[in-house]
């Protein structure tokens, strides 16, 4: 019989909690090590705990006879591909928020009794208050049915009968004055990154992850997180007024160019939190968000491919938000 443990965590079996870092853990089967298994970290408590269910757990007992468990499967999946580098980290995030707020509704059906007019019921209930997430959820709920299908737990994808939401495209623009609101109030790093946003047109993700090699004779290179195109950028007197605004923020010049006062790079989360601080601290009562500022640069460019597009419909269908530039009749 094994010694209990010295400090309870409320956790299942195989399941760890670093009690200074807070890193989660789990030991899942390994036959290449001697002992069998081996130790895999999880970025949240319910991406863990849906692991767990699939390797040890409720769906592993039930063999995967219901929804709960093909959510459970393909989240646990998730984390393995976001490992191996084939999924983004903000991509898990959001799968991980896509998993905990279907698995109460689904847990408990059977795989079997799910139809399409079910999952229309679903979609409208959800959709009444959240029609953007309902969709976001539904693609989860797809990619979890078409792992059951993968595996033999069903032979149709009932899901891919079940229509999205029309999404309308943001319309918002924002103004230099507006900009210059929350520059004013900004931090000295949030200063930076609006100017970066501004000028490039990049992503809030790829703008915190931009190091000092990234810049060269050219210009600045990124090689974006969503599309891994790279893109190149001139010096302009925009860019170096951004650099230059980062690398003044600090004492010393870190390896990431939008750092912490520890020099570490920014999460989503711990910039999110700068960002809305700032935003209510400028007082708008029409507020924008940052990734608005992706979509002012793509509005004020010249060139449509600044945003990294391969289509210019899709360009003009969701940046381009200034009024298009016509010629009267006569």
């Known amino acids: ?18 009690r200074k870092t807070g890193a989660l853990w789990m030991y899942v089967p390994d036959a290449s090590r001697k002992s069998g298994l081996r130790r895999q970290a999880f970025p949240s408590l319910d991406a863990m705990l849906a692991a767990w269910r699939t390797t040890w757990g409720d769906a592993k007992r039930r063999q995967g006879r219901y929804v709960g468990d ?24 959001d799968y991980t928020r896509c998993h905990a707020s279907l698995r109460p509704v689904w847990a408990d059906v059977a795989i079997d009794d799910v139809d399409v007019p079910m999952l229309f019921r679903w979609r409208d209930a959800r959709g ?4 953007v997430r309902a969709n976001r959820e539904r693609s989860f709920l797809f990619e979890s049915f078409q ?12 899901v891919r009968y079940l229509e999205r939401f029309a999404e309308k495209p943001r319309e918002r623009y924002v103004t230099d004055e507006e900009f210059m609101a929350v520059y ?14 501004a000028v490039t047109g990049l ?19 990124v090689r974006t997180n969503k599309t891994g195109k790279a893109l190149q950028f001139a010096w302009t007197e925009g860019l170096r007024r951004a650099v230059i605004a980062a690398a003044d923020a600090r004492d010393f010049i870190p390896l990431n160019l939008i750092a912490t006062e520890r020099g570490n790079a920014y999460t989503g989360d711990g910039f999110r939190t700068l960002w809305h601080r700032a935003m209510v601290a400028s007082g708008l009562a029409d507020r924008f968000t940052f990734h608005d500022l992706r979509a002012k640069a793509g509005s004020e460019a010249r060139d449509w491919q600044l945003l990294g597009h391969m289509d210019r419909r899709t360009f003009e269908r969701i940046y381009n938000r200034l009024p298009r530039q016509v010629t009267p009749a006569r």
Not at 3 to 18: A, F, I, N, V
Not at 184 to 197: C, D, G, N, S, W
């Open 1 to 18: 019989m094994s010694r209990p443990r010295k400090h309870r965590t409320g956790l299942p079996s195989y399941c760890q909690r670093d």
């Open 70 to 93: 093909l959510l459970d499967a393909n989240l646990a999946e998730c984390v393995q591909r976001e490992a191996k580098g084939e999924l983004s980290k903000a991509t898990l995030t």
């Open 128 to 131: 009444a208050t959240a029609k």
């Open 147 to 158: 792992l059951g299908v993968r595996r033999g737990a069903l032979r149709d994808n009932p």
């Open 184 to 197: 004013a109030v900004a931090p000295p790093m949030v200063r930076a990154a609006m100017l970066l946003a």
């Open 203 to 221: 992503r809030q993700a790829d703008i915190l992850r931009i190091r000092r090699a990234d810049f060269g004779d050219n210009g600045l290179t």
